[in-house]
């Protein structure tokens, strides 16, 4: 029995050794590579399984499935917001330091002094008035949350 | 119902498409695998793929882009069990083949009578396919696997896996004396 033709596609009686399962397992090896890239062999296999000829799996497979769709799912979801949730997590960290304090106007100074604010300020000294108070915000949250290398550890006392 | 089910497909009309097709699946990876519980599991690790790939499919293809999953899960199984198999011989009695092939001098540096390569020669063009224009195009023309996968309309992957099957019965072949058993 010639599984393939010359061209190097499954014969008629190939495709059918497959279904009728007379074929052994390197020959089964060989076919189904074929048959996972060449759509024309596929095509001519699928329609020699007629619905007569189908075999019914013991268990129905679709309660399993769709379990393991809902696992995979789930797991998913929780990784995800998992990681959204320790971002927040940091952000609120961040903001109790007052890292953000520069980014919010401060009302009450621009209520008090509008008089002040007369002469026009350019944006380059705006960016550089920003980048200087979020930096010293930032250096100061940080003078807060790490310990001072001239401190003391707290065990030596 | 289930053809028309595009993109954004819901549980349930997934669950409808896997009790559709179920039948369908399973006998797919029964019959390359012979076993039923080996076919199960292969026909569920099917349906999964197809579920996180489902915007893949083209609309109204179903039953083919299901078999193609089928066969290529059965495929993965097969090509593993196989591997296993040879590895484990190789680990025995049996030379690798690489070792074999590395053990053998040049080309340059062996002369091979004319009548010894030409019987090579024969050996290689007796190999049936899906053997034979691999081995051609390799071992005789010398082309590489891109250019034989690109010749054939072969996965450059396969092509790789047909030469080394293809070394082995040339070599099972060599070692026996005679090229006449490697026909398969």
Known sequence: MELFNKEGHLTDEGLRAVVDGTLDEMSRLEASEHLSFCDSCLVRYTELLADDTLLVPETPLAPTVLARVRRRAVRVFFNRYTRVAAVAAFAVVLWGTGVFNSLVPDRTVRQQEPAQITAPISAATRVNDFFRSAGDSISAALTNILPRADAAPADAK | ?184
Not at chain 2, 42 to 54: K, V
Not at chain 2, 94 to 115: G, H, Q, R
């Open chain 2, 1 to 184: 119902m289930v053809e028309r089910i595009a993109q954004n497909m819901t549980s349930d009309e997934f669950s409808q498409l896997v009790r559709q097709y179920e039948r369908l699946v399973y006998t797919i990876c029964y019959q390359f695998t012979k076993d039923h519980q080996l076919a199960e599991d292969l026909a569920q690790e099917t349906f999964l793929s197809a579920y996180t790939h489902r915007d893949d499919c083209p609309p109204g293809s179903y039953k083919p882009w299901l078999a193609r999953i089928a066969t290529n899960k059965a495929k993965d199984y097969l090509k593993s069990a196989y591997h296993r198999r040879v590895s484990a011989a190789e680990d025995g009695e049996m030379p690798a083949v690489a070792d074999v092939l590395n053990a053998m001098p040049p080309p340059e540096d062996i002369t091979i009578a004319k009548d010894e390569a030409a019987r090579i020669r024969d050996t290689i063009l007796a190999l049936k396919e899906p053997y034979h224009q691999v081995a051609v195009l390799f071992f005789l023309e010398e082309k590489s696997v891109d250019e034989i996968a690109s010749a054939l309309r072969r996965p450059p992957k396969t092509v790789h896996t047909q030469i080394y099957r293809a070394k082995q019965l040339l070599q099972n072949a060599i070692e026996r004396g005679n090229g006449h058993g490697i026909v398969q």
